[in-house]
């Protein structure tokens, strides 16, 4: 029982702490900065949208503010299957942007490689519906583009609360801790996956999705990286998001994000193997995450029967621990105090993760969340 009591801790503190630190220990021996430098190349903003007639309207007011030359730049916009007004949006402002108005809804993937298939620019540039960029983000990511090294840049993802101040919750907590690993993994060689909500990428690096791809954002990369070049985060590239507070809307985005990772596996089974350049960075930084809700099982359970005062403490804090993160669960008022607030967050995560266990066990996907 202690061994697998030590076995199950050390692999979960890797997966939260050990893997930033062995970063930042080789970002201080050997660090790989972009060469940066003003350009502007074509480019072509790519949206996916299904339903989105009340996202699509402030999005490309959006758009209209950006700082950018109009003779260099194209929009389009796929529609997928949608069964509100968003395709009549879209062709009321054309052509300002180039909608694509598909019949059926295939999913975010396919109607993206429409998208991809109509775009003229040499680099593309991913959005999402939801959130609003800042003025500059266009000529933030296009810079990095000047190191020829530079195959796909991943901007900055800043969650917000309704009064557009940073969130201070243990969710922005969470993100917080997540871009500093893509920091130092951008710092050190290439990030694992971008935001999806704000990326870029050169246009003959682009490799078609497949047909219900969940986790574009990762897979785009990853191909990337697989054909020789960087994929870099670049913090000065902005887009500014809203964390939900609806019952359940956070964790079923979760639960879909924490299942597209086991998708992935299926759908390019080379990311396990020598042809992923990104292999170790892989495992550390996606598949672990997966592992930790049953190491967790597995801690408890052996914390429980290894003999000695030691062990038994550590079950009582535990018992401490998700009793905490049940109070935060059950009274949304308790999470106000930050101890509760990081243990219901911790505990929702790793749930998400064993759902989205479940979900590709059985088969289970949604496209769109």
Not at 129 to 146: G, I, K, P, Y
């Amino acid at each position: 029982m202690k061994e697998l009591f030590w076995a199950s801790l050390l692999l979960i503190l890797y997966t939260y702490a050990g893997y930033a630190l062995w970063l930042r220990l080789l970002a201080s021996l050997r660090s790989r900065p972009v060469l940066v430098s003003p350009m502007t190349p074509s480019v072509s903003i790519i949206m996916a949208a299904h339903n989105e007639e009340a996202n699509l309207p402030p999005k490309l007011e959006t758009l209209r503010r950006l700082d950018y030359p109009a003779n260099r730049l194209e929009i389009i916009v796929a529609s997928d299957g949608s069964t509100d007004r968003t395709a009549e949006i879209l062709l009321a402002n054309a052509p300002y942007i180039v909608p694509i108005l598909l019949p059926e809804a295939k999913g975010k993937a396919i109607a993206l490689n429409a998208a991809v298939q109509a775009a003229h620019g040499e680099v593309l540039v991913f959005f999402d519906t939801r959130q609003a960029v800042d003025r500059n983000v266009l000529h933030e990511l296009c810079s990095c583009f000047a190191d020829p090294r530079v195959g796909a840049v991943s901007g900055e993802l800043l969650l917000e609360d309704a009064q557009g101040r940073p969130a201070g919750d243990a969710l922005g907590l969470y993100w917080k801790i997540e871009k500093v690993v893509r920091r130092l993994e951008s710092l050190t060689g290439s990030v694992v996956g971008v935001t999806g909500a704000i990326c870029a990428l050169r246009r003959e690096l682009y490799v078609p999705l497949p047909e219900g791809t969940l986790l574009d954002d990762v897979l785009l990369p990853m191909n990337v990286a697989r054909a020789g070049s960087r994929v870099v985060f670049q913090p000065t590239a902005i887009a500014r998001d809203t964390i939900f507070h609806r019952p359940g809307k956070e964790f079923a985005r979760k639960v879909r994000t924490l299942t597209g990772n086991y998708q992935l596996l299926q759908l390019a089974p080379w990311l396990l193997t020598p042809r992923n350049p990104l292999l170790f960075r892989f495992v550390s930084h996606k598949l672990l995450r997966l592992v930790v809700p049953f190491l967790l099982i597995l801690l408890l359970i052996s914390s429980a029967l290894a003999a000695g005062l030691f062990y038994k403490a550590i079950f009582a804090a535990q018992l401490v621990f998700y009793g905490l993160a049940a109070l935060g669960s059950l009274s949304p008022s308790a999470r106000r105090f930050r101890a509760i607030a990081v243990a219901e967050t911790f505990a929702m995560l790793n749930m998400a993760a064993a759902l989205a266990f479940y979900n590709f066990a059985a088969g289970r996907k949604k496209v769109w969340v």
